[in-house]
T-cell receptor, first 114, second 117 residues
Framework: AQSVTQLGSHVSVSEGALVLLRCNYS??????LFWYVQYPNQGLQLLLK??????LVKGINGFEAEFKKSETSFHLTKPSAHMSDAAEYFC????????????FGIGTKLQVIP | GAGVSQSPSNKVTEKGKDVELRCDPI?????LYWYRQSLGQGLEFLIY????????KSGLPSDRFSAERTGGSVSTLTIQRTQQEDSAVYLC???????????????FGPGTRLTVL
């Protein structure tokens, strides 16, 4: 069985500060890992994904995440927060293969303080 | 259309009534997923359709929930005898789902916010 734990349902950062959203996973096989972003009143949008290639993955809007197998983590970071980054972020895990049943975390709401 | 669309965007209903939620996937996408998003619960998988195969209904929370996909395109999620705990945002996603591919991105619609009074 696969699962995802997101630490912190709400995170507040100042504009220009480092963004760090934590995600730990559990999977019985080498996983695929994802971060999705959901802006207010919108659907989820893929931010970045890890599919067993490079462990440091770069996504849209300056976000990146590093797959650390030893820590079973896939934390999302951005060096400098922008007001437009305020949204809800979901970490997700799936098993490789043509049909991926994706398991999502509970989400972390990011607030950016001016 | 260019993306996944869902209707209605908002639905308010009374306890005990039936509701139908519609999803129009991206043209050509063979896979379609329904999820439920409740406050503090993340996204809960409900059901998955892939082409003409039997759907994976393992996530449906009760027999009051059902879904169908006509002609491999539009899907309808039906909730019978709605309860207050059914209040949530229902999200639909579609995917090109090439079985030979190692990964298939899911594209999400904006969701339907269901409120059961």
């Amino acid at each position: 069985a696969q699962s995802v734990t997101q630490l912190g349902s709400h995170v507040s950062v100042s504009e220009g500060a480092l963004v760090l959203l934590r995600c730990n996973y559990s999977s019985s096989v080498p996983p695929y890992l994802f971060w999705y972003v959901q802006y207010p009143n919108q659907g989820l949008q893929l931010l970045l994904k890890y599919t067993s290639a490079a462990t440091l993955v770069k996504g849209i809007n300056g976000f990146e995440a590093e797959f650390k197998k030893s820590e079973t983590s896939f934390h999302l970071t951005k060096p400098s927060a922008h007001m437009s980054d305020a949204a809800e972020y979901f970490c997700a895990v799936s098993e490789p293969g043509g049909y991926q049943k994706v398991t999502f975390g509970i989400g972390t709401k990011l607030q950016v303080i001016p | 259309g260019a993306g996944v669309s869902q209707s209605p965007s908002n639905k308010v209903t009374e306890k005990g009534k039936d509701v139908e939620l519609r999803c129009d996937p991206i043209s050509g996408h063979t896979a379609l997923y329904w999820y439920r998003q409740s406050l503090g619960q993340g996204l809960e998988f409900l059901i998955y359709f892939q082409g003409n195969s039997a759907p994976d209904k393992s996530g449906l929370p009760s027999d009051r929930f059902s879904a169908e996909r006509t002609g491999g395109s539009v899907s309808t999620l039906t909730i019978q005898r709605t309860q207050q705990e059914d209040s949530a945002v229902y999200l639909c996603a579609s995917s090109p789902q090439a079985i030979t591919s190692s990964y298939n991105e899911q594209f999400f619609g904006p969701g339907t916010r269901l409120t059961v009074l």
